[in-house]
């Protein structure tokens, strides 16, 4: 080409397959990656690339980057080097709002790292700031004065005494008993840490590294390995995964006292370790009551122009025969508009 001044007839077929299977191609790790690849070169590479062609096609005049006329190869860098716009969603046909989650994933990580750097010492401060042990302390507190966890597990004895008869323990019935004995786990094992923590402080154990880890990870608002192991799936960190801990617990804690009526409240879906295994209760449900067969059936969501805090809400739940009101779904990067249902 630079020798013709771009003439000729490309062989577009050739350097789609050069550049998306041999040099993309190690890149690729799945199906969906290829047919995006392909998607993109399908776009671009053919002879409207040599006639000014759009490069941010659907950027509808917001951004643009055009390639320039046939050309050498210098004054293509020279274009590239000069006219290539900053870094933008609509470049890839995706709204502005679309980085949002991107930078803001970015700073956070920035920002752990900075306090990563922090000098750590279980000393007094000269400043006044803080310290390691405070820290921890000041977490302890939380969780057993604010949040009150030890007196809020779940009595799983008692329950099971409630639904002693088959006619009471259903489907519902099985995934509370499930989400009650994982939470209850959980909750054991911070009681354990932070109290064997606290007979450290006080001198009557010694410090191991798994203590020190813990107050490490408490005072970087992180989740210490092991309680993540116990732990629902979360990119929360500490503190704010702590409160979402006392909402899954006041949930649970609604239905102990009469577990038969799990479907007449709300169910808040992500306040559960495995809400996929609620939505499989509904599906059981009503398969036990139209005899078909369960890999027949499936989830159709109707979503109300009601909030769960509202008056006739009550009335709602008690009318139900089939299903069940859930409440925790989660649009990424979007908004449910209520009005337009």
Request: charged share 25%; with cysteine.
């Amino acid at each position: 080409m630079d020798g013709a001044g771009g003439s000729g007839k490309v062989p577009w077929d050739d350097l789609k397959y050069l550049i998306g299977e041999i040099m993309y191609g190690g890149h690729i790790v799945n199906d969906w990656d290829r047919d995006l690849c392909a998607a993109y070169l399908e776009n671009l590479l053919n002879d409207a690339l040599l006639d000014e062609a759009e490069l941010f096609p659907f950027a509808e005049g917001k951004a643009s980057f055009k390639c320039p006329v046939a050309a050498t190869h210098a004054k293509y860098l020279e274009h590239i080097e000069n006219e290539l716009p900053a870094e933008t969603p609509l470049a890839f046909g995706m709204h502005p709002n679309a980085e949002i989650d991107f930078l803001t994933t970015q700073c956070i990580n920035l920002f752990g790292i900075l306090v990563e750097l922090q000098p750590k010492s279980g000393g007094g401060g000269a400043d006044g700031a803080p310290t390691v042990i405070d820290i921890a302390k000041e977490f302890a507190v939380r969780v057993f004065e604010e949040a009150q966890v030890e007196s809020q597990k779940l009595p799983i004895d008692e329950i099971n005494g409630k639904l002693s008869d088959e006619s009471t323990r259903g489907p519902y019935q099985n995934v509370y008993l499930q989400e009650c004995e994982l939470i209850n786990t959980l909750i054991k094992i911070i009681v354990i840490d932070l109290k064997d923590l606290e007979l450290a402080f006080k001198g009557e154990l010694t410090m191991t590294a798994a203590m020190e880890d813990l107050m490490e990870n408490i005072s970087l608002n992180r989740i210490c390995a092991e309680w993540a192991k116990k732990s629902w799936m979360t990119t929360r960190g500490l503190g704010s995964w702590l409160d979402n801990l006392k909402q899954r617990l006041e949930m649970l804690n609604l239905w102990k006292d009469d577990p038969t009526t799990i479907n007449k409240t709300i169910c808040f879906l992500n306040r559960l370790y495995k809400p996929n295994s609620y939505l499989t209760a509904i599906k059981q449900v009503c398969a036990q009551k139209t005899g078909q067969g369960l890999n027949k059936l499936y989830i159709q969501t109707d979503v109300q122009k009601k909030f769960h805090w509202e008056p006739e809400i009550p009335g709602m739940l008690q009318r139900i025969e089939d299903g069940a009101y859930v409440f925790g779904f989660q649009l990424e990067g979007a908004a449910w508009e209520k009005n337009s249902g």
